[in-house]
């Protein structure tokens, strides 16, 4: 567990969010959430607000599609993020296949340097990095830190697609890396001056 806690996952393609031009707020982007009737609605939710609040204190209103249909009946950008493998809260740390190696939290497309609107949020390595910090919480806590972490990983690539830019910053959101602290923590914001906590990570 000590050594779990230390770990940290990579977030590919995230961005320096600052000094960027990013969609009116009046306008927004639309993100259609590919997936999630597979993820419980308290999780669902608390991911939604989570994000939300986070791009909102970047002037960036997010509205939320969860059906393919009607999608067009937004104006704004369109984002789609897809939720990849098993997105339950409960599913605990051993159950995931562990041959395959490191694999990056979340991850957006990119094609000829260009950041294209598809983001990725990889529930098995979630659920490995998580592990028994988030199950062995009640109920109704496990669903919330879990969606809030959820919310964090979207808030993440939402950002670098609408800023298109892959650079990252020293501490917050925007950092290329998240740790367990990061993840479980009651305030994660997009702030570019915390140097990192000694003994927070591994390297």
Request: proline share 3%.
């Amino acid at each position: 567990m000590y050594a779990r806690c230390l770990a940290m996952f990579c977030l590919l393609f995230g961005s320096t969010l600052f000094g960027r031009s990013l969609p009116d707020a009046d306008t927004g982007v639309v993100v259609y959430l590919k997936g999630a009737s597979s993820i419980s609605d308290t999780v669902l939710s608390e991911a939604r607000i989570e994000a939300a609040s986070l791009m909102q204190s970047l002037g960036v209103r997010v509205l939320w599609q969860e059906q393919a249909a009607g999608v067009g009946g937004y104006q704004g950008s369109l984002i789609v993020a897809e939720f990849r493998g098993n997105c339950s809260e409960t599913a605990r740390d051993d159950v995931f296949d562990m041959r395959g190696g490191r694999r990056p939290l979340a991850e957006t497309s990119i094609v000829d340097g260009r950041i294209l609107p598809f983001a990725y949020i990889n529930c098995d390595a979630l659920g490995r990095f998580l592990g028994s910090a988030v199950v062995s919480q009640p109920g109704k806590r496990r669903q919330f830190v879990y969606g809030r972490a959820i919310g964090r990983l979207l808030a993440h690539e939402i950002y670098h697609i609408v800023a298109q830019t892959r650079s990252h910053t020293v501490a917050g959101v925007a950092k290329e890396y998240f740790s367990l602290t990061d993840l479980l923590a009651n305030g994660l914001a997009f702030n570019s001056n915390r140097p990192p906590v000694p003994g927070e990570f591994l390297n």
